[in-house]
C-alpha cells in the first residue's frame, strides 16, 4: 500500500506559476512511477506528466510540454510538478497517482489539489 498526499494548488493569474508538491508513504520501495492527473469540469480525467523512479524518465502531455516540469525526490519520497505559464485551460482538480508492484494501473491516488487560472 503506498499512501499519497497532495499540496499546493490555489488561484494564480494568467502566465503565473505554481507548484504542487506529493508525499508519498508506505510500501515506497514498490513504486515504479508517480504522476499528475487533472480533471477539469465537466471533461474526462487527463493525464499530465509522469516520471519513472527508478531512472527520472519523463512523460508529458503535449498540452503542458515546456510549460510543466515534473520531477521527483527520492529521499523525501516526493514528486513536484512546476507549473510555469499557466492558462485558464490549465484550471482542474489535480491528482497524484502511483503505479507500483510492476502493475500496468495507477492505483493509488492522492485526494486532489484545486489549481484555479483566472484573473
Known amino acids: 500500500q503506498v499512501q499519497l498526499v497532495e499540496s499546493g494548488g490555489g488561484l494564480v493569474q494568467p502566465g503565473g506559476s505554481l507548484g504542487l508538491s506529493c508525499a508519498a508513504s508506505g510500501s515506497i520501495s514498490s513504486i515504479n512511477a508517480m504522476a499528475w492527473y487533472r480533471r477539469a469540469p465537466g471533461k474526462q480525467r487527463q493525464i499530465v506528466a509522469v516520471?519513472?523512479?527508478?531512472?527520472?524518465?519523463?512523460y508529458y502531455s503535449n498540452s503542458v510540454k515546456g510549460r510543466f516540469t515534473i520531477s521527483r525526490d527520492s529521499a523525501k519520497n516526493t514528486v513536484y510538478l512546476q507549473m510555469n505559464v499557466l492558462k485558464p485551460e490549465d484550471t482542474a482538480i489535480y491528482y497524484c497517482?502511483?503505479?507500483?508492484?510492476?502493475?500496468?494501473?495507477?492505483?493509488?491516488w492522492g485526494q486532489g489539489t484545486q489549481v484555479t487560472v483566472s484573473s
Open positions: 497517482a502511483c503505479r507500483a508492484d510492476y502493475k500496468p494501473t495507477y492505483d493509488y
Open positions: 516520471i519513472n523512479w527508478s531512472d527520472g524518465t519523463t
